[in-house]
């Protein structure tokens, strides 16, 4: 079969790259960015590069496969679905929907098919033992704009090309790029055009990042302490009258916040957060002196247990600025389905708690700190089964060993994924998935994220193995061999379901969207839509919610001092490797030796007698590890930073064997009993730890 290109887009992070893929005799030839993407094109990386590597891998999951006690053996379709419908049959009888859970890891919800039919699923069977990997690093944000808009599942997108003032917390675009729940495309280099032409860019990073480096001006506080130095912020602003609030929406809890905040010294907020008092007080006035600007937290403090009260607060400095739904600010997209017809799947749903930590429930998911208890915990509701999408939480979560432990203890354990990972070692089954360049669907959610109205359908590359199918038809035969068929027993797929929605919001439709080879541009930007969908529900924008209220008192109390001994550990990104569920290429991709590093600040390596290149043991509360030292002067003192989502083994699933590793297992030192208390999401920077020499 002789070459052909195929125009496509990556589905590995939000940024959604347009892709050239060059295909002959069904493997990958080249992977480009399409340069003919109105879009998207501009943000490709390593990662879309060397999609098709991870598509051909030889250690690949192809068929289903049952476990023995000979190891992992290949099975047929049918047999997968009797005995895991006949498992599942029996667990359910004896004891009830809440002993079946489920786990969406990150690849799933790049796939519409698979999460939807995912979340269906355990719906349809009754359980409300839903978890996903958003409760690692999203849940703050979704508590936040739930608790002050009323919709958990929102976006406010930045306005880059027109801030005059950006403040960026705890975000590092120049290596991942302008996405978080809502993408700017080449975000990174046109932020840079802003700040070459007089704009204010002020990062906020316990480390010098590769975006601070452009910065006008880098603040390093504390990790996990982000919330301190943004509260501090507030209060200056509000003392010194120069806030403004927008006229279009009604505001509670203005005066409370007030007064809070005039009852704090900024000293004490300084010396929370490690920042001096003046540098809090100019960079609020500038802040709020610019005619435009904005101020975004990312995933940095969304990885700590303050990272709610860090989210919040950095969207009351936007509101009380009046920088929401303003050239310049941040924005809600409307598009490709209005919120007038997704308000439903948008909004904050009725407030439920977990059975064993009472853990809020975020999004309509779980916390995954909190899996291992509810799998451990005898009782009414002891999750009995559990079906994994996508995921690695040995890995990718807090105190893999006892998430190990649980696994290995339940009556069903059914993977869904490409590969055999850590986090599968004790599954019943193991399910084969498509990859992305093997699949043809319109992603909707992903869409509705997109600073303009952009859209384009994921076209099929490769043909996937004979016996991989779409994951979405593992769950409609699982449904419907348990007798409770999805859809009411309608005929439905995912690109019917995608036609219906679009068809629904009277936008665009998936023939016009199928038309074009490179995407679609339907539409111009608009401003305004949160202010009309406030307007409608007749809600105000809550500054002061009363949950929020009591954890800053709470953490405002308890701030502690320091211990010289200890360390705060943070993660980080690097532009030449993969991460988290796609290691098993990055060995063949770059040669990166700092992924077997911690990097210490000069001053602490100084103070313990390090030097670079020395081996030492890092010690948390529940585990240890060694690492081999890199001495950097952009670390914060007192902080270490290895990278996140590493260390995890690959397998062999033919004969068990470990075929790949590369990194530092860091989450293994970070403990699942300390999380969040408004959004469960556990301390993956910020945890404590100590480090010593090796001996």
């Known amino acids: 079969m002789s070459a052909h290109h195929v125009f496509t887009h990556c589905l590995i992070c939000e940024q959604l790259c347009g892709l050239d893929v060059e295909v002959e005799n069904n493997r990958v030839a080249s992977i480009r960015p399409d340069k003919a993407n109105p879009y998207t094109w501009r943000d490709f990386c390593i990662k879309g590069q060397r999609a098709g590597e991870v598509a051909g891998s030889p250690w690949r999951i192809t068929s289903p496969m049952r476990r023995t006690p000979s190891g992992f053996v290949r099975a047929s379709w049918d047999d997968l679905i009797e005995d895991v419908g006949g498992r599942l049959e029996r667990i359910l009888d004896h004891h009830g929907p809440g002993a079946v859970a489920g786990y969406a890891g990150n690849p799933f919800g790049f796939s519409y098919g698979s999460v939807l039919w995912h979340n269906l699923f355990l719906m349809q069977i009754g359980t409300q033992q839903i978890y996903?990997?958003?409760?690692?690093?999203?849940?703050?944000k979704h508590v936040a704009t739930g608790a002050m808009f009323g919709?958990?599942?929102?976006?406010?997108?930045?306005?880059?090309?027109?801030?005059?003032?950006?403040?960026?917390?705890?975000?590092?675009?120049?290596?991942?790029?302008?996405?978080?729940?809502?993408?700017?495309?080449?975000?990174?280099?046109?932020?840079?055009?802003r700040v070459r032409n007089g704009a204010q860019l002020v990062v906020v990073d316990p480390r010098c990042t590769e975006t601070a480096e452009h910065a006008t001006r880098h603040v390093a506080p504390i990790p996990d302490s982000d919330?301190?130095?943004?509260?501090?912020?507030?209060?200056?602003?509000?003392?010194?009258g120069l806030d403004r609030l927008p006229a279009e929406a009604a505001i509670d809890g203005l005066t409370e916040l007030a007064d809070f905040t005039g009852r704090l010294e900024l000293s004490k907020l300084a010396g929370i957060c490690g920042v001096a008092a003046d540098v809090i007080a100019e960079v609020a006035r500038g802040f709020a002196g610019s005619k435009t600007g904005f101020v975004m937290a990312g995933t940095g403090p969304a990885l700590g247990t303050n990272g709610t009260l860090a989210q919040w607060l950095a969207l009351v400095l936007?509101?009380?600025?009046?920088?929401?739904?303003?050239?310049?600010?941040?924005?809600?997209?409307?598009?490709?389905?209005?919120?007038?017809?997704?308000?439903?799947?948008?909004?904050?749903?009725?407030?439920?708690?977990?059975?064993?930590?009472?853990?809020?429930?975020?999004?309509?998911?779980?916390?995954?700190?909190?899996?291992?208890?509810?799998?451990?915990?005898?009782?009414?509701?002891?999750?009995?089964?559990?079906?994994?999408?996508?995921?690695?939480?040995?890995?990718?979560?807090?105190d893999g060993e006892r998430m190990d432990r649980a696994l290995a203890s339940l009556d069903l354990l059914v993977s869904?994924?490409?590969?055999?990972?850590?986090?599968?070692?004790?599954?019943?089954?193991?399910?084969?998935?498509?990859?992305?360049?093997?699949?043809?669907?319109?992603?909707?959610?992903?869409?509705?994220?997109?600073?303009?109205?952009?859209?384009?359908?994921?076209?099929?590359?490769?043909?996937?193995?004979?016996?991989?199918?779409?994951?979405?038809?593992?769950?409609?035969?699982?449904?419907?061999?348990?007798g409770k068929p999805m859809f009411g027993g309608q005929d439905m797929d995912p690109t019917k379901l995608a036609a219906a929605t679009l068809a629904g919001g009277g936008l665009i439709t998936l023939d016009a969207i199928r038309a074009e080879d490179h995407g679609l541009?339907?539409?111009?930007?608009?401003?305004?839509?949160?202010w009309d969908m406030l307007s409608a529900e007749e809600r105000p924008i809550r500054l002061w919610p009363d949950e929020f209220a009591v954890e800053l008192q709470r953490q405002i109390m308890q701030a502690p001092g320091r211990n010289p001994n200890e360390f705060r550990l943070v993660s980080r990104r690097r532009n030449g490797m993969m991460n988290a569920s796609l290691t098993e290429t990055s060995g063949s991709a770059v040669a990166d030796e700092t992924a077997e590093?911690?990097?210490?600040?000069?001053?602490?390596?100084?103070?313990?007698?390090?030097?670079?290149?020395?081996?030492?043991?890092?010690?948390?509360?529940?585990?240890?590890?060694?690492?081999?030292?890199?001495?950097?002067?952009?670390?914060?003192?007192?902080?270490?930073?290895?990278?996140?989502?590493?260390?995890?083994?690959?397998?062999?699933?033919?004969n068990g064997s470990e075929v790949f590793r590369k990194g530092i297992p860091r989450n293994r030192l970070v403990s699942g009993a300390e999380v969040d208390a408004l959004s469960g999401v556990p301390a993956l920077n910020g945890s404590l730890v100590e480090m010593v020499r090796a001996p």
Not at 132 to 140: C, G
Not at 173 to 185: D, I, L, Q, T, Y
């Open 132 to 140: 996903s990997v958003q409760s690692i690093d999203s849940n703050a």
């Open 151 to 193: 919709v958990e599942m929102m976006a406010l997108v930045p306005d880059l090309d027109l801030a005059d003032f950006v403040v960026l917390v705890g975000t590092n675009p120049a290596v991942s790029k302008f996405n978080w729940g809502g993408k700017v495309p080449n975000g990174w280099r046109r932020l840079k055009d």
């Open 227 to 240: 919330w301190a130095l943004l509260l501090g912020m507030v209060k200056v602003i509000l003392e010194d």
């Open 318 to 398: 936007n509101v009380i600025t009046d920088r929401i739904e303003r050239p310049g600010g941040r924005f809600m997209p409307n598009w490709p389905v209005p919120w007038q017809n997704r308000l439903a799947q948008m909004r904050k749903p009725p407030k439920r708690t977990s059975r064993v930590r009472s853990i809020p429930v975020v999004a309509g998911n779980r916390a995954l700190a909190e899996l291992p208890d509810e799998i451990l915990t005898e009782g009414e509701g002891q999750v009995r089964a559990l079906i994994m999408g996508g995921g690695n939480p040995v890995s990718t979560g807090p």
């Open 416 to 482: 869904l994924d490409l590969f055999q990972r850590e986090s599968h070692r004790h599954a019943h089954w193991l399910v084969p998935a498509q990859h992305f360049l093997e699949r043809e669907e319109v992603h909707i959610g992903l869409h509705a994220y997109n600073e303009q109205p952009f859209i384009q359908t994921t076209r099929r590359a490769l043909d996937p193995p004979p016996e991989v199918k779409p994951e979405w038809m593992f769950y409609r035969d699982l449904a419907a061999r348990l």
């Open 521 to 530: 541009v339907y539409g111009e930007r608009s401003m305004g839509n949160l």
């Open 597 to 654: 590093c911690v990097e210490v600040a000069l001053a602490d390596a100084a103070r313990l007698g390090l030097a670079d290149r020395d081996h030492v043991v890092i010690k948390s509360a529940i585990a240890s590890l060694d690492a081999n030292v890199v001495l950097s002067e952009h670390v914060r003192p007192g902080t270490l930073v290895i990278a996140h989502g590493w260390g995890s083994p690959l397998y062999d699933p033919a």
